[in-house]
């Protein structure tokens, strides 16, 4: 799954779906999509990505009490 960096635009492949659909965990294992070589993974904090529309990441990906939060 591809999802932008907030902060510069970049898209990010997602590597770890698992990771990025568990509110539990901060962070994914993704690797940056710029440039015609392959970029090592890193972690990107789930906080600083969105869909590529611009649209922010649901909730329930983000906060493991999404349901009493307001």
Same mark, same amino acid.
């Given at each position: 799954m591809?999802l932008?960096?907030k902060? !510069?635009?970049? #898209?990010?492949e997602? $590597?770890d779906l698992? =990771?990025l659909f $568990?509110?539990?965990?901060?962070d994914v *294992?993704? %690797?940056k %999509?710029?440039g015609?070589e392959? %970029?090592d993974?890193? #972690?990107y $904090?789930? !906080?600083? $990505?969105?869909?590529?529309s611009?649209?922010? *990441?649901?909730?329930?990906? *983000?906060?493991?009490?999404y %349901? !009493? =939060?307001?």
């Amino acid at each position: 799954m591809l999802l932008k960096e907030k902060d !510069s635009g970049l #898209l990010i492949e997602v $590597l770890d779906l698992e =990771a990025l659909f $568990l509110p539990t965990h901060d962070d994914v *294992l993704g %690797q940056k %999509q710029a440039g015609e070589e392959e %970029q090592d993974p890193e #972690l990107y $904090l789930k !906080s600083k $990505l969105m869909f590529p529309s611009d649209e922010n *990441l649901p909730k329930c990906w *983000l906060n493991p009490n999404y %349901q !009493s =939060a307001e």
